[in-house]
């Protein structure tokens, strides 16, 4: 293929399959099945591989998440993100009503929005492309998550004019979604996000924008930074022109002349919320009229043209039926309400936690009472009070039992903690409780092996600790449900895949009391080998400025035992690493090289090493890599398109390099 007919073919796959995103994401009206759309996204790849120098910024190919960010940059909003005073009722919304009405008269119109659960963003255009997007921040500075904003594929790359625009909008995460994402952590054996919101920033914020590409976020768009630059007279306009762009807004606005309307708008979106396919917390009322905006203002914090009315929390009685206990990873004794099924936000809510011992004494319940629950954050449902004038005297009360529901060893409550424990190694609940945690995506990772396939090799007895997962055969695995010959395939390849990890996944997968898994890296470069780990003295390990007291009891503590030296005997024998496979960070003193005690900044885009890999580099000469230009700033490295660090480094005369420079270092 000749260099024309590859731009043109490349050029043509790009707008089509714009189209079909536009399509699909953005009108909810797919014009192509799934998979002619990942064929034609196929051959695109393929050939912006072939002919690199075709590939451009708006291609659909830079929705999958490029390289790893070492941090995110602070962006400086042209237009303050304001955020919104709150109404909690209808007096609060009359009260707001009152105001404007003495500031402009009667003659002006509202807009209702959905108030979207999700976060804040900017999206900023130059000559149509897609060039920059940023959280909300502190209102006047945000964080640079370009990255992961353009794996959203209703955002788009290209807009259907060539105008230069900032707009914002909510990135949320769909129902749908939020399950799908919160399935397979579990599986992994790793804690489920709480909320869609916290999903999604929590998504937006990864450095790794292909875990946002994997997540499948959404947006909507509410609003122009500037909508004076553009022309329209109106909050409504500017959401049309929002459309006609071809951004994504959300089409259960209403435009209302009154408050009464309002406050009927209001309420039908208290009952009718659950059903959508995403998250609201409230409706967000706006004076239309641009210029009555304007006469408006704003407080220091708020426009005085809005306000958020939030949706109260959904309350709902039911009875609490039974106290169940179960036992965590660390020994806690966790009790839970068992309810009668009742619906609460949109869901039916059986189980609510009850934390410890300590809330049901304070808040006085008993087994049998009639009780108020709701969904904290919509989401996680808990026991708000009991209603004891409807109690009939039949009601029990609930005694946590001294001793442990799944091996019968006496529980503790350890000094300074409320919670009750079992501190028998050997409880049944904590071996498979701690199976889960040794194989989730922080530990040792072995993908396939979650937490319901766990609690059937444990249920079988194939599983007594963590060395016995080293252990299982083909047969063994074949025998259980669901778990067909590819499946045992893949998940046998991960488990031999994991033996070669390094150590600090290991110490952090053993669940040492107090051990994260930052102090698991500091103590793997500490001492290098498990031996070493396991034969240092309590002073050896505060010795180290991570590490303090109680930390080093509990690591001491942890090798002392007789079965953990038996455990990693076990681990040894079936070829898990032992040691520590990354680089270990040379003390000034030792280094010898040019980096050695000095504060060194990258910035640009460098040709031949990744941002990570030159900090590793430098961090192993004994440098310190900063995110920040300033006096105690001795190097800067600057790569293609260095911007504002740059400019600061020449303004305070520090040294600068390219790339080859550090490169020339680096080698000697």
């Excluded at 680089?583 to 640009?604: C, H, M, Q, R």
């Amino acid at each position: 293929m000749d260099l024309q007919t590859a731009e043109k073919r490349i050029k043509d796959l790009q707008n089509l399959l714009n189209q079909y995103n536009y399509e699909y994401f953005v009108l909810d009206k797919p014009s192509i099945q799934d998979a002619e759309y990942d064929r034609l996204l196929r051959d695109l790849i393929e050939l912006e591989s072939r002919f690199p120098q075709f590939k451009t910024p708006d291609s659909p190919t830079q929705r999958v998440g490029g390289e790893v960010l070492d941090m995110f940059k602070k962006v400086e909003h042209r237009t303050p993100m304001l955020s919104l005073a709150n109404a909690f009722n209808e007096q609060d919304l009359r009260d707001f009503d009152r105001r404007i009405r003495q500031m402009i008269g009667d003659d002006f119109s509202y807009v209702c929005e959905l108030k979207i659960d999700g976060l804040a963003v900017s999206l900023r255009y130059e000559d149509g492309l897609f060039v920059l997007g940023a959280t909300r921040g502190d209102g006047s500075t945000g964080e640079d998550i370009t990255a992961n904003l353009r794996t959203i594929r209703s955002i788009p790359l290209r807009l259907n004019e060539p105008v230069t625009i900032e707009v914002r909008g909510e990135a949320f995460m769909p129902k749908r979604s939020f399950e799908a994402l919160n399935k397979v952590r579990e599986e992994r054996g790793e804690e489920p996000f709480a909320n869609p919101r916290n999903a999604a920033a929590g998504s937006l914020r990864q450095l790794d924008p292909r875990i946002a590409a994997s997540r499948n976020l959404d947006i909507f768009l509410y609003g122009i930074g500037d909508p004076g630059e553009t022309g329209v007279v109106s909050h409504s306009e500017g959401l049309d022109l929002l459309e006609k762009l071809g951004f994504k807004t959300n089409k259960e606005r209403k435009k209302l002349a009154h408050i009464d309307e309002v406050i009927k708008y209001v309420n039908s979106w208290i009952e009718k919320r659950p059903a959508l396919e995403y998250d609201i917390d409230g409706i967000v009322v706006k004076v239309d009229s641009l210029e009555q905006q304007r006469k408006l203002g704003t407080t220091a914090k708020s426009p005085r043209w809005a306000i958020a009315y939030k949706f109260p929390a959904e309350e709902v009685v039911t009875i609490l039926k039974d106290i169940e206990l179960s036992v965590g990873r660390t020994g806690v004794i966790t009790p839970t309400a068992i309810l009668e099924p009742v619906r609460v936000a949109g869901t039916t809510v059986q189980r609510a936690s009850l934390h410890n011992e300590d809330l049901i004494r304070e808040k006085d319940i008993k087994i049998g009472d009639h009780v108020v629950v709701k969904k904290a954050g919509d989401i996680i449902p808990e026991v708000v009070n009991v209603l004891a004038d409807m109690r009939t005297g039949e009601e029990k009360d609930f005694n946590m039992p001294a001793h442990c529901p799944e091996c019968e060893s006496e529980l503790v409550r350890l000094d300074g903690e409320v919670a009750l424990r079992c501190i028998n190694p050997k409880c049944p609940a904590q071996i498979r409780e701690g199976l889960i945690h040794f194989v989730s995506r922080n530990a040792m990772n072995i993908e396939g092996l979650g937490e319901k396939v766990i609690s059937q090799l444990f249920a079988a007895n194939l599983v007594h600790d963590v060395a016995d997962i080293y252990k299982l055969t083909r047969e063994q695995l074949l025998g259980l449900e669901r778990m067909g010959e590819k499946s045992v395939n893949n998940l046998l390849q991960a488990i031999e895949a994991s033996k070669q990890n390094s150590l600090e996944r290991l110490l952090f997968g053993l669940g040492i009391r107090h051990v994260g898994a930052k102090a698991a890296k500091t103590l793997a470069i500490e001492f290098g080998t498990m031996d070493r780990l396991a034969s240092a003295t309590r002073e050896e390990l505060t010795a180290i400025n991570e590490i303090g007291e109680k930390m080093a009891d509990s690591i001491v503590a942890f090798f002392e035992m007789e079965e953990v030296r038996e455990l990693i005997k076990e681990l040894k024998a079936s070829g898990v690493n032992m040691e520590y496979k990354g680089t270990i960070p040379a003390s000034p003193a030792e280094s010898g090289s040019y980096f050695a005690g000095k504060t060194i900044v990258l910035t640009g885009k460098l040709a031949q090493l990744t941002r990570n890999e030159a900090k590793e580099k430098i961090e192993a000469l004994g440098g310190n890599v900063s995110g920040s230009v300033s006096k105690k700033t001795n190097l800067v490295i600057a790569g293609e398109d260095a911007g504002s660090k740059l400019a600061k480094a020449e303004e305070l005369g520090i040294e600068v390099w390219n790339e080859e420079r550090l490169l020339e270092e680096l080698t000697k």
